[in-house]
């Protein structure tokens, strides 16, 4: 579904709230949608100073919104995403090239990216940021196509400063044509199918494999459309509604940031990888995207994340029954496994492979079906009461997490797990308390 299409049919459920006054794009906006972050319904700036086109914030700070774009409930997701996985893998539906894509309706070789509506966020933030954009190139030696999400700073009308963490495919691109003195050509992507979203936050897709397939599975077995651009030879999506053409400069870098990030911190100005735009392309009237970056990077990297946890745990491990990634873990750098071991140890297995499955995890604890793991609560009761800790915990030094966490040295941290699954033997003893379930309707209490 297109991201106009998403937004009518959210608006029909009466999940979308209209800020119908004009609003600054320059902290305004952002502290506006902060508001209303993490609540069931979407924020629509129908009007922002200076810039030509409504925005869209918060379509994933809600799990049940998140549920609804795919037609099931919240906690349906991860497993529905695993699904989509293992169809991809069993059987890739490559993308499709259209001809007159919407997303070229309106056609700019001179453009100027201050035009566009895009929002500075938080207070000491550097400048205008697109935070969700969908990036897409192909491999310099292969040709193989890749999507990924970076957040990108405008820093001049037609210039962008970029970030592209250790390890990512696009990262591995730009190197190798960087090598070779040439720029990488990419489109950057406003405005998608939830589907694609999905697909460039994917993990454990290859390098070698094109994740848009991810995208086709989730849609079932649909192509991802995309468009042929106007300046670069890499495709954009044919139904997104701006689409930005562009070059990333080999050998320059220039400054980016701060910017408030999902950490719940600030990400510190550096000199980072630089993009030259070289056309803009829109549909007529585009609805532009953007996101806060918290609940809602939480939700859309914690629901893919847990679709993979689950899926490697499961096969590895066996036993699981459910996995989290809480939002007081900052979304995905902590995670709650929730199973049965099926025989001793395998808690502490269980955490071996959630590390495996997804890397830029820092802790993992593991839990009895009888903790709920949506209640942190009930998670650090588990911790406190079920793990002996000298026994219980598995501490790996030196390993690779997430840049953004602070507790790590840029990325080289300490991996921790819990395993608070009670112990052969100590069944009674962790038996949970229970009272009596009354109807209390039925009784005459004032
Ligand atoms: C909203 C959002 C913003 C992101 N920003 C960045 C970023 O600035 N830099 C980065 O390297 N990864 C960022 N990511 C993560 C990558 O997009 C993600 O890990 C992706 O799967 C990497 O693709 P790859 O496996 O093809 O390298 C972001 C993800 C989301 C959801
Ligand atoms: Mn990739």
């Not at 030696?141 to 009308?157: F, K, L």
């Not at 009888?370 to 609560?377: H, L, P, S």
Request: aromatic share 8%; charged share 20%; glycine share 8%.
């Amino acid at each position: 579904m297109d991201f106009r299409s998403v937004i009518a049919m959210l608006e029909q459920q009466k999940k979308v709230v209209h800020v119908k006054s004009e609003v600054n794009p320059v902290h305004e906006l952002a502290g506006i949608a902060s508001k209303f972050e993490g609540q069931e319904k979407v924020v629509l700036f129908e009007k922002v100073k200076g810039q030509k086109y409504p925005v869209a914030c918060g379509l994933w700070w809600n799990r049940d919104i998140v549920g609804s774009l795919f037609g099931i409930t919240a906690g349906e997701v991860p497993g529905f995403f695993a699904a989509a996985g293992k169809r991809f893998q069993e059987n890739p539906a490559p993308p499709v090239i259209v001809d007159d894509p919407p997303c070229q309706e309106e056609v700019t070789l001179a453009p100027n990216l201050y035009e566009l509506t895009v929002p500075t966020l938080a207070l000491e933030d550097g400048g205008a940021y697109f935070s969700n954009c969908i990036v897409i190139a192909k491999d310099p030696d292969t040709g193989v196509r890749n999507t990924s999400i970076h957040r990108m700073m405008i820093s001049g009308e037609n210039r962008i400063a970029m970030l592209m963490d250790v390890g990512r495919h696009l990262r591995s691109y730009y190197e190798r044509a960087e090598a070779k003195g040439m720029p990488l050509e990419i489109t950057i992507n406003n405005g998608v199918d939830p589907a694609v979203y999905v697909c460039a936050t994917y993990p454990g897709t290859g390098i070698d494999e094109d994740e848009l397939g991810v995208a086709a599975a989730l849609n079932g077995g649909e192509p991802v459309r995309l468009s042929r651009s106007k300046t670069v030879a890499v495709e954009g999506l044919a139904d997104a509604e701006v689409v930005i053409e562009g070059r990333m400069l080999p050998a320059i870098r220039e400054p980016e940031g701060p910017f408030g990030e999902v950490s719940g911190f600030y990400a510190q100005k550096d000199d980072r990888w630089v993009v030259e735009v070289t056309a803009v392309t829109n549909r007529k009237q585009p609805l532009m995207s953007t996101l806060l970056p918290g609940k809602e990077v939480w939700n859309s990297v914690g629901c893919t994340a847990e679709a993979a946890i689950l899926a490697a745990v499961s096969k590895m491990v066996g036993g699981v029954k459910n996995v989290h990634l809480s939002h007081g873990n900052c979304g995905f750098f902590g995670c709650v496994v929730q199973m049965e071991p099926t025989r001793p140890g395998m808690g502490k297995n269980a955490i071996l492979a959630a590390f495996a499955a997804f890397p830029p995890m820092s802790m993992v604890t593991v839990v009895n079906s009888d903790v709920n793991i949506f209640d942190a609560e009930d998670v650090m009761r588990a911790i406190t009461t079920r793990c002996n800790v000298a026994e219980d915990m598995v501490v790996i030094r030196h390993a690779a997490c997430h840049e953004l966490n602070p507790a790590t040295d840029y990325g080289v941290g300490t991996k921790f797990g819990f395993d608070c699954t009670v112990k052969p033997g100590q069944e009674e003893r962790n038996k949970k308390v229970a009272f009596l379930d009354v109807d209390l309707s039925q009784y005459e209490i004032e």
